[in-house]
């Protein structure tokens, strides 16, 4: 890789770690668009958020522990368990501008969902989905995204949105999550022979922009409102989204 292409994958990843920390979500979701425009494998992109995604979650995970739903959480990551493998699949045999474009459409129809799920929140005068079992459907596809895009944590926003969790319940679950299944997903990048020389490089080289990313990500969230600049993100993500469709 030259110096300009490492100099712009480091970004990529602080910019997704700095969104994680902020928000509590949307690292894999801001950064694997970025890594795909440049000129690097897919795959060593999907291992090398996977290991960031990891390190966010170990520094951003104790804040909240106290209102994790361990009942929740443990049918999610039993769910994942199951789901792993089959992203693996279709990430190794479909080929990449597939996914590519895959992604771009699930990133328009993610941003739109989140611009309306304040509407539909408000809409809703009781919680959705209440039985248990309706949590394992979003576990195994937390599980497929998981390995194929990272994107683990997208299934658990909409689930806990239907679920109308308070703030707390929502963080602290949602966090939690991404740490348990965030394990699993790397290791399964490493059995399934995801992990390149150049993602573990990568990763060193971006290590003290994450670190720097998480630090400052906890400073701001503490003392500006995120809601105010969740519509910003939200629309940042549906023009990525448009981007990837764009032919390159």
Known sequence: MTAEVIVLVIAAVFIGALMRAVFGFGEAIVSMPLLAMLPIPLQTSVSLIGLAGLTVALFTVFGGWRHIDRAVLIRLAAAAVIGIPAGLVVLRYT???????GLGVFLIVYGGYCLLKKTLSSAIERPLLNDRGWVLPFGFASGVLG?????NGVPVVVYGTLRRWHPERFRGTLQAHFLISGVLVVAGHALGGLW??????MYG???PAILCATALGVYVNKRIP???FE???YVIIIVLGILLLLPR
Do not use: E, Q
């Open 231 to 233: 519509s910003c993100l």
């Open 147 to 151: 390995s194929a895009y990272n994107f």
């Open 205 to 207: 080289y971006s290590l």
């Open 95 to 101: 080929p990449a501008f597939v996914i590519t474009f």
């Open 196 to 201: 390149t020389a150049d993602a573990l490089v």
């Open 226 to 228: 995120a809601k105010k």
